[in-house]
């Protein structure tokens, strides 16, 4: 299956054959229903009416597994009235949980599904800063916001380590990562993953996030996520910033995980780090995902 660079995680990830067999399966084709342009209700009755059958998430009342194999032909889709999005990918807005009326900033956000989730949560209050720094994924971005009725989004095409001084409410950092989580639907992903990959994403990683903890207010939220399992990326990324912010635990009912990792091939994370979560595929027939939900302290320094 070429997955032997995933070998190196037999030891931390719990019934490892079952997870390798569900690597090699095809994933479940699931759409988020965009309540800023129809119902729950409504969409189920228009699905009904086109003989498309689908099965409602255990843990998210806005997520569908649908029995189609490309819902993006829809007219539902064209209309706004749905996106197409992984299961696992709707998670980090909702553990970050953002409110009407507050600042929210994005800071890896294209092509836009999470940074749309966020303003549905919002009721279209308030205001999400969805910033990419590459300018070529800045223009499925915009189109994604538009498509999906969005009117309190600001896009912004900054370096994320650089971005300029603003205070935000609550900050997602989805990072550029070895994306070995997504391998159920681009297998050839693992083929450029790599111990050496994971290090130097690492560096790259850490910037980001110190950047959007030092943006946050005090005592405001930061949620860190990864579709990657490589603890260089993940506990590794977030232990380095522990001088700015306490990790929080978090369950999601309905949907089954992992705790962090403490320590890892001779590396000491701390013991904080079992509170993150892992996700992984053979638990809800899922991708692969990492979530750490993190607090601005109060007297961080910078």
Not at 110 to 117: C, R
């Amino acid at each position: 299956m070429g997955y032997e660079h995933l070998e190196r995680y037999r030891d931390i990830i719990p019934d490892f054959d079952a997870f390798l067999d569900f690597m090699s399966r095809p994933l479940p084709v699931t759409i988020r229903i965009n309540t800023l342009k129809t119902s729950v209700p409504e969409l189920l009755s228009r699905l009904e009416r086109l003989g498309i059958g689908y099965e409602r998430m255990s843990w998210y009342p806005l997520g569908l597994r649908l029995d189609a194999e490309k819902p993006g032909r829809l007219m539902e889709f064209h209309m706004g009235l749905i996106h197409v999005q992984e299961e696992i990918s709707m998670l980090p807005p909702v553990v970050l949980d953002p409110q009407p009326g507050e600042r929210i900033l994005d800071l890896c956000a294209a092509p836009g599904g999470k940074a749309a989730q966020m303003s549905m949560q919002m009721s279209n209050r308030g205001m999400v800063v969805a910033n990419d720094s590459s300018s070529a994924r800045i223009v499925p971005l915009r189109a994604n916001l538009e498509r999906l009725g969005v009117v309190n989004a600001v896009v912004t095409s900054y370096d994320g380590r650089r971005f300029p001084q603003y205070t935000f409410d609550r900050a997602l950092v989805d990072a550029p990562c070895s994306s070995e989580g997504t391998a159920r639907r681009y297998p050839g992903v693992i083929a450029r993953c790599s111990l050496k990959r994971s290090i130097d994403l690492q560096n790259l990683q850490v910037s980001l996030l110190r950047r959007a903890i030092q943006l946050t207010r005090p005592g405001g939220v930061v949620v860190y996520s990864t579709c990657t399992f490589a603890p260089e990326e993940n506990e590794g990324v977030v232990s380095r910033v522990l001088d700015l912010a306490d990790v929080e635990e978090f369950t999601i009912p309905g949907l089954r995980s992992s705790p962090g990792l403490a320590s890892w091939n001779n590396t000491d994370y701390g013991e904080e780090l079992v509170k993150c979560r892992r996700y992984y595929p053979h638990e809800n027939d899922t991708g692969g995902f990492f979530v750490a939900k993190l607090r601005r302290r109060l007297s961080a320094g910078e």
